[in-house]
């Protein structure tokens, strides 16, 4: 195992989005399951043990769902074309059907996986209440925020031009932006979407892939993606606020500790390296203050949850 350099997005919702992790290198559920599989920061493991595993321990379970196991005898435990030297040489050593049998149980694996997280829903959030409760005229729900919260909405929609990226129920546009945030190390700037296009265009289980179950007209963000866009340098996915309150840190790489330098940051739009595409929201103490207020509202309802005085 080893330390990454961003931080781990959210699984929650994440069904919903049509490019996953902060630059956008993977375009489905299913592939997006795959990537920690193999990095080595992360599980650091190899497709073929995986899928050895999956013959030895859920074979019966596989193969009601997707068909005969491959036979995969006679082949070296560890094998990957994204592993070390020498598995890399494993999985060489191997024919072209059968990297190709053990990448299709291998991506079979990740549409499992999806279809667990794809069940991951956000919780209620005092704010979902405050809103249903005035759109259904419901007085009693009016008290659920407290002015304070209820004016760092106000700035959240208004003047804070929050509402402008993270918006939808999610709040996130699910787009990648460049927000003017120092890289995590100086001098080395993260570039962001503009690479994660390439990667995912040449990603072998991306949506056109041929282990993808999608029609190729299905693919439409794909399809009509950028090949090199230039503004999408150090641009990153907008993330959704969603219990933003508790997943400090913050921003892609976790440069910003807690929500009021994130909300201070946005108020005062400096320029770091390169392109920023916020403009000064010039915010008060007090209106960063409420603002962070309200962000707190955004967080899942614990069931036993001491009731607001």
């Not at 950028?226 to 990153?236: G, K, L, Q, V």
């Given at each position: 195992?080893?330390?990454?350099?961003?931080?781990?997005?959210?699984?929650?919702?994440?069904?919903?989005?049509?490019?996953?992790?902060?630059?956008?290198?993977?375009?489905?559920?299913?592939?997006?399951?795959?990537?920690p599989?193999e990095d080595?920061?992360?599980?650091?493991?190899?497709?073929?043990?995986?899928?050895?595993?999956?013959?030895?321990?859920?074979r019966?379970d596989y193969?009601?769902?997707?068909?005969?196991?491959?036979d995969?005898?006679?082949?070296?435990?560890e094998?990957?074309?994204?592993?070390?030297?020498?598995?890399?040489?494993?999985?060489?050593?191997?024919?072209?059907?059968?990297?190709?049998?053990?990448?299709?149980?291998?991506?079979?694996?990740?549409?499992?996986?999806?279809?667990y997280?794809?069940?991951?829903?956000?919780?209620?959030?005092?704010?979902?209440?405050?809103?249903?409760?005035?759109?259904?005229?419901?007085?009693?729900?009016?008290?659920?925020?407290?002015?304070?919260?209820?004016?760092g909405?106000?700035?959240?929609?208004?003047?804070?031009?929050?509402i402008?990226?993270?918006?939808?129920?999610?709040?996130?546009?699910?787009?990648?932006?460049?927000?003017?945030?120092?890289?995590?190390?100086?001098?080395q700037?993260?570039?962001?979407?503009?690479?994660g296009?390439?990667?995912?265009r040449?990603?072998?289980?991306?949506?056109?892939?041929?282990?993808?179950?999608?029609?190729?007209?299905?693919?439409?963000?794909?399809?009509?993606l950028?090949?090199?866009?230039?503004?999408?340098?150090?641009?990153?996915?907008?993330?959704?606020?969603?219990?933003v309150?508790?997943?400090?840190?913050?921003?892609?790489?976790?440069?910003?500790?807690?929500?009021?330098?994130?909300?201070?940051?946005?108020?005062?739009?400096?320029?770091?390296?390169?392109?920023?595409?916020?403009?000064?929201?010039?915010?008060?103490?007090?209106?960063?203050?409420?603002?962070?207020?309200?962000?707190?509202?955004?967080?899942?309802?614990?069931?036993?949850?001491?009731?607001?005085?």
């Amino acid at each position: 195992m080893d330390t990454g350099a961003r931080r781990t997005m959210p699984v929650v919702g994440a069904a919903y989005s049509p490019f996953l992790f902060w630059d956008g290198r993977k375009d489905s559920l299913w592939a997006q399951a795959l990537g920690p599989l193999e990095d080595p920061a992360e599980h650091g493991g190899t497709r073929l043990a995986f899928a050895l595993q999956l013959k030895t321990r859920y074979r019966p379970d596989y193969e009601a769902i997707f068909g005969a196991m491959p036979d995969l005898s006679g082949l070296p435990e560890e094998a990957s074309p994204l592993g070390t030297p020498l598995q890399r040489a494993a999985w060489r050593s191997m024919t072209e059907k059968e990297q190709e049998e053990v990448s299709k149980v291998f991506a079979n694996m990740g549409k499992a996986l999806a279809a667990y997280q794809r069940t991951l829903q956000p919780g209620e959030s005092r704010l979902d209440q405050y809103i249903e409760g005035v759109v259904t005229h419901n007085v009693q729900a009016y008290g659920l925020l407290n002015a304070t919260e209820k004016n760092g909405l106000r700035i959240f929609l208004g003047k804070g031009q929050c509402i402008t990226c993270h918006n939808g129920p999610l709040l996130t546009d699910h787009h990648f932006h460049n927000t003017g945030i120092a890289p995590r190390i100086p001098g080395q700037p993260d570039l962001g979407r503009r690479v994660g296009i390439a990667k995912v265009r040449g990603d072998e289980f991306n949506c056109l892939g041929r282990f993808s179950d999608a029609r190729p007209e299905q693919c439409e963000e794909l399809n009509f993606l950028a090949r090199d866009d230039h503004a999408m340098t150090s641009a990153f996915k907008t993330p959704g606020l969603r219990n933003v309150a508790l997943r400090a840190p913050y921003m892609h790489a976790g440069q910003i500790t807690s929500l009021a330098d994130v909300v201070r940051h946005y108020s005062q739009a400096p320029r770091t390296d390169g392109h920023s595409e916020i403009k000064p929201a010039t915010l008060t103490e007090s209106e960063m203050q409420d603002l962070v207020a309200f962000l707190g509202t955004l967080s899942a309802i614990v069931e036993n949850e001491p009731q607001r005085e």
